[in-house]
């Protein structure tokens, strides 16, 4: 049964950061290739970014310099580094695993003004 649980959202100011967490299991982590998305109220899901089971990140355009992703496959666990946000990051941020097209549950990040 694959899960993705993530953690880490919550309520910051503009300008601060957060760092999001995906703890994955039910699958063969390491040679998964996982995502970032998220979803703003009222608008399409969008991508933030991916990163290879071999740790190569690609960002949508929007996203690259103050998002950051990584993963520790001893953990299996996926990481979204954010810096500088804005109050337009608002949203519910999604793990996605690609290859078993599985999403998690969500974690909300809202920034403040």
């Known amino acids: 049964q694959v899960q993705l649980v993530e953690s880490g959202g919550g309520l910051v100011q503009a300008g601060g950061s957060l760092r999001l967490s995906c703890a994955a299991s039910?699958?063969?982590?390491?040679?998964?290739?996982m995502g970032w998305y998220r979803q703003a109220p009222g608008k399409e899901r969008e991508l933030v970014a991916t990163?290879?089971?071999?740790?190569?990140?690609n960002y949508a355009d929007s996203m690259e310099g103050r998002f950051t992703i990584s993963r520790d496959n001893n953990k299996n666990t996926v990481y979204l580094q954010m810096n500088v946000l804005k109050p337009e990051d608002t949203a519910a941020y999604y793990c996605?695993?690609?290859?078993?097209?599985?999403w998690g549950q969500g974690t909300q990040v809202t920034v403040s003004s």
């Open positions: 039910g699958i063969i982590f390491r040679i998964t290739t």
């Open positions: 990163i290879t089971g071999g740790g190569t990140p």
């Open positions: 996605y695993a690609t290859e078993r097209s599985y």
